[in-house]
């Protein structure tokens, strides 16, 4: 455990105007997935004029930043994303998107002006920071399309990173509440598709076609089924079709259907259940309509977020001398959206934790929606807590 107060609380006090203009600026400039290319230059030069060794065009728009400190220490890595959404910001503030189509609508703007920061602070009081940073700027979260070719790349092993760690801002809990949960912690999420073939013709004469529109309903209906009746009750597994496109007019079968959408788990075990059987399930559920159905993944997918057992148990510490007992206390939920950063989990033990950034009053404001805003109030504890956790885990 490691309390950064009271010598850290001056220099977080003082970086706290610049922390906020830089998130409104990243997010007055928002890029989409791996054409993250002003935020990454902005990064980049930052992190050179702090003078930490600089690597970019890692995984295409990434950004790895070395500071190495001048006491003996371990190696860690801290995670930011940086990309944005394709939508079109709703509210009306000063420093809202100026790139039409494109917002940040989940708060990477936030984690990117945290890490940036983070590692300035860092960098200033070098000569009592022990160990080595490593700050991985990642691009393409929201496509799950950044981590891989990062660690691909060799950011966690040159230095040799030893842990790692990242946060995600949350409209969904207060401002001073952090949220740490051992084990998984978010959703996997996998992306399907579901070609139905069948035989086209007369919305008449039904019996002299194979309808695959009414396959459809029932491999939808029946996907449902396989959740409720194979998935043990203690686990659990989201299903949701967000798309079905077939058809032209009110009295024609159509030949063919397609059928696009995600499921997503909490466990290794139950994803690769459900990812097996969903196949057969199309498949068998068409053949009793005498039609075909061939279920295809998209990639890889993105496994659950499984954060370590000790490590989550030094963050939940951390918070805890930082902000006293209350901001970690209470059950943590576990999260249905996912996130690429089980990627590096997967590869070194760490903890990825939410701190809140809900505002006071006023309508909830969800992530990935045309009105999210973030309370920027929100952004001085996050980057005191993550101090905390990286001169803690530096220090070992
Ligand atoms: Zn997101
Ligand atoms: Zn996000």
Redesign the pocket.
Known sequence: MSKTTPEWADEIAGRLAGLVALRRDFHRHPELSFEERRTAEIIAERLSAAKLEVRTGVARTGVVGVLRGDRPGRTIAWRA?IDALPLSESLDLPFVSATPGVMHA???DG?AAIGITLAEMLAARRREVPGTAVFLFQPA??IFGGAKPMIDAGALDDPRVAEVYGL?LTTQAPVGRVTVRPGPAMASADFFDVEITGRGGHGAYPHLSVDPITVAANILLGMQNLISREVAAHETAVLTVGQIVSGTKHNIIPATAVMRGSLRTFTPTVRAQVKERLGAYARDIARAYRAEARLSFQGEGCPTVVNHAPQSTFVRNCAAAELGGDAVKGESNLVP?S?DMSLFLQARPGCYFQVGVSPVSGPTRP?HAPEFEMNEDGLPVALRIAASVMLGALRG
Do not use: M, N, V
């Open positions: 994303d989940c708060g990477h984690h979260e929201e995600h959206a996130d992530h």
